[in-house]
């Protein structure tokens, strides 16, 4: 008889996910005296008991849902069998001061990076043009595709040069209460530790968004405006934008790398397409390293509410003091609420691809997906679009959707991205290097030049959380220190950025 491989994360589990890339065969025996009476695909469940309807399911410890119907032990539990709980209520969670959790710090990690002026630290070294409206993209992917033609060979120092492309700044209700989000986060974004401080911005002139919040206070601010009345045609506002860039450019390209401390790193975590096996491998492995760098005196960032939103009571029991758990619920309440004004709930989160991957709901989603904010305290919950004001883990309040939540993660001030994926997606930002992850050895073979690191091994036992953990912590610092590129920097394949704009348009 068949023994195949199958993972079960805590002793209060009655289900188990099947690890081998073939999934459990009919006849297989699992576990003592329990013999898969179907076949299971990799990354679903198994029935390890005899579940009578309303009957509670669970994983991680905790309940992913109630049976619907009798399910006999060693089937597979699908989607359709259970019920969803309802999410934890907000307004009745208590913090409760817990016993600070005794951190051993880490001494004598550093990597190699780019210093600026305002104390951060860049991993890349990167000219950013931003603009105040979506009517001037067009110049700027123009001037873009100059300045790479013609001035970026002359400035070999310099990474990139990219345009902050967005499709806000006019034909909004920019008093709106809301509309404090897109505008914060354009303002953050040209502030990112990897365009050195330099920024740059192309505005039309009438738009309602003004170029003068987004270049700000900095002396070194430069703004072209399209509308000067001292520009005739279109090529003389190019040879302007150029000479503006040029002068960055100069600065940028004297800069050199030089060694700083991991308190100066800013790793955002971010899962995409997730399945079964990313709760199990990808990241518990990433959640193990971002212990690492905030014992290092680093700082971790992780987000996604809608994937943490069941999950809440332990993220409050983590918080450092009470003002956290409360920035921490009302974060919550208000993306409740905005999910209620367009009739949805949290559950609309989970795609037919994690399905497939083997996670039946949003619950089972969120145990799997808090994992990797690892184990430290939360020191501080930030709103989206505002850039973090201190060092260790934090919760920055964004949407699960990947490129909106990397656009949000970058306007906090992160200067590497790590990112688990179960299914596969080539997601990559330019402005930062994103280490992929793969939660599966299946995954990582088939796609060995889009994944980095191949956390599979942990959920096939053959290495441990712990080991896999040490292996990306080194690897962060390698990346971060531009020693070896990931593999979207290899090929140049970079999403768009994507605000998140909660106001209306006019
Ligand atoms: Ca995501």
Not at 233 to 254: C, I, P, V
Request: net charge negative.
């Amino acid at each position: 008889m068949n023994n195949p491989a199958i993972f079960r994360i805590s002793p209060l589990d009655n289900v188990a996910i099947a690890t081998d890339i073939g999934g459990i065969k009919i006849g297989d025996l699992v576990a003592a005296g329990i013999v898969a009476t179907e076949h299971i695909p990799m990354a679903h469940k198994i029935a390890l008991i005899n579940f009578k309807t309303g009957d509670a399911i669970v994983r991680y410890g905790y309940k992913i849902g109630t049976a619907i119907c009798d399910i006999p032990m060693g089937s597979w539990i699908q989607e359709h069998m259970l019920e969803t709980p309802e999410a934890p209520a907000l307004d009745e969670i208590k913090y409760s001061k817990s016993i600070p959790k005794q951190v051993e710090k880490l001494e004598g990690f550093r990597f190699e990076g780019y210093r600026n002026e305002d104390g951060s630290v860049g991993t890349k070294n990167i000219l950013g043009i931003s603009m105040s409206v979506h009517c001037v993209a067009g110049f700027a992917n123009h001037i873009i595709t100059r300045i790479k033609n013609q001035l970026l060979p002359l400035y070999p120092n310099v990474d990139d040069v990219i345009a902050l492309n967005h499709t806000y700044g006019c034909g909004i209700a920019i008093n709106a209460p809301a509309a404090i989000i897109p505008i914060r986060t354009i303002h953050n974004l040209a502030r990112n530790p990897n365009l050195g401080g330099e920024i740059l911005v192309l505005a039309l002139g009438c738009e309602k968004l003004r170029p003068e919040t987004i270049a700000g206070e900095e002396a070194e601010s430069d703004i072209l405006y399209m509308q000067d009345e001292s520009l005739t045609g279109f090529e003389e506002m190019m040879q302007a934008a150029l000479q503006m860039a040029e002068r960055h450019l100069k600065k940028l390209n004297a800069r050199k790398r030089e060694t700083c401390d991991v308190s100066d790193l800013i790793v955002g975590m971010q899962c995409g397409g997730s399945d079964a096996f990313s709760g199990i491998s990808g990241n518990p492995v990433a959640g193990f390293a971002a212990d690492l760098i905030v014992r290092a005196g680093g700082t971790v960032l992780f987000s996604e509410v809608t994937e943490v939103r069941d999950a809440v009571e332990q993220l409050v029991a983590r918080t450092a003091d009470e003002e956290v758990a409360e920035k921490l619920i009302n974060e919550m309440k208000w993306y409740d609420a905005y999910l209620d004004k367009g009739n949805a709930d949290r559950a609309a989160n989970t795609t037919p691809g994690n399905k497939k991957g083997g996670l039946s709901n949003i619950v089972e989603k969120a145990l799997g997906s808090v994992v990797k904010s690892g184990t430290m305290p939360i020191v501080d919950v930030v709103s989206p679009g505002d850039r973090i004001k201190k060092k260790g883990l934090q919760f920055v309040a964004t949407p699960a959707s990947d490129f909106v939540c990397g656009t949000l993660q970058l306007a906090a001030g992160m200067n590497v991205h790590v990112f688990i994926t179960g299914r596969g997606t080539p997601y990559g930002l330019a402005m930062v290097p994103v280490i992929k992850i793969s939660s599966n050895t299946k995954l990582a073979s088939r796609w060995h030049d889009l994944i980095d690191f191949d956390a599979g091994p942990v959920a096939t036992g053959e290495k441990t959380i712990s080991a896999m953990g040490w292996e990306l912590f080194h690897l962060i610092l390698d990346i971060a220190s531009g020693k070896k590129k990931v593999a979207t920097d290899v090929l140049g394949l970079y999403n768009e950025l994507a605000l998140f704009n909660p106001g209306p348009l006019t």
